[in-house]
């Protein structure tokens, strides 16, 4: 009977102070991920091409859909039992294997990205199927849908791995594409039909936090490599103004998430009565956005610390103005979402970065990574100074 369903339940217990509480075990499964958005960071630093921009954003969306699922399992499994722990501890030994494969997944080591992908990604669904199949009929069914979509998916990540490198990027793209497509349509499956949003019994609380952690994540390895180029440059006037340029920049990327954004997102989610909708797509989709952005915006603070004077080329352009605007973009549908209307702050914000790109070229690193901060703090001022004003953070947000 164990063989083929757990005989006990390892759900999370809902209903008290602490059912939406992240375990440690959480955060120490989150370290793996520190070191993949640093493995994605350098692998685009060094091909700033068009080849491998795309590259680097397939990775990190694989990267996020590792981390995101595992999130949603975690939101319905309780972490501090010994098989979920066990579980949290396997995928992160796995994680470490796709993470390493990163700076030559498309060349040399493909073929131990998809697999390590692929045997976290399923075996982590066939392991729900397990947990879940006499506590939890509605989201058993769930995962037997969850682990069909992954199945498919996988045999085009495996199948990638055995191709040659100029062709992998095709495989994997359709394989990123299955398992993206599949929340959006349910993960409908021949004879299972589709999964509800309102089935999946989401604890709204937890997802919001979960969330906010990864972008702190994200912000915390875009410090840890301004620091570490920073203590590799000559000490002087203009390296550390480049390096407190870089620092004021990720402390205003946490000033415009955390400020108004995050906390009106908490407060949707805990309150409605759908969350598996806003978490589907505020803390499944957009979010990810967020990560890229910071991503990208810490390529170009290595760039601005390595080189601050002189004119700016085209890397350092695109890197600090487009992180800015796509770190922004991200905020944006965030905040659209959850409030309804798009923030005017955000979209200001926006339009100074298009203006900025029309004379960047004519700008040294670090004024251009000045300006791009300066935009960021514009941002911040104008929605928490000028916009709420009330109790509510959702239904007053008017950013």
Partial sequence: MAFFGAIQ???RKRGDANSAKVDFVELFFDLVFVFAITQISHLLLHDLSLKGLVESALLLLAVWWVWVYTMWCTNW?????????????????????????????FEARGLVFACAFVFMQLGRSVFMVWVLRHHNRANYRNYLRIAIWLAVSGSFWIAGGFAEPEHRLVFWAIALGIEVVGPALGFWTFRLGASSTGEWDVDGEYMAERAALFVIIALGESILVSGATFADREWNFISFSAFLTTFVASVAM???????GQSAGHHKIAAT??????????????HV???AGIIVVAVSDELILAHPTGHSDAATIWTSIGGTALYLVGNLLFKFY?????PLSHMIGLGLCAMLALFAGGLSPLVLGSLTT??????TIWEYFGQVKADSPVKHYRP
Avoid: C, E, K
């Avoid at 499994?77 to 990163?102: E, H, K, N, Q």
């Avoid at 946490?254 to 108004?260: I, K, Q, S």
């Avoid at 969350?275 to 957009?286: E, L, S």
């Fill in 273 to 286: 009565d759908d969350p598996g909708r806003i978490a589907r797509v505020a803390y499944t989709y957009v």
């Fill in 254 to 260: 946490w000033l415009v998430y955390f400020n108004v």
């Fill in 77 to 105: 499994l309780d972490p501090a039992t010994p098989p979920v722990r066990t579980m949290l501890f396997v995928l992160m030994l796995a994680g470490l294997v796709l993470s390493t494969s990163i700076p030559t997944a």
């Fill in 338 to 342: 959850i409030a309804g209307r798009p």
């Fill in 9 to 11: 339940d390892y759900s």
């Fill in 374 to 379: 300066g935009i960021l703090i514009i941002v």
């Fill in 289 to 291: 956005l967020l990560v």
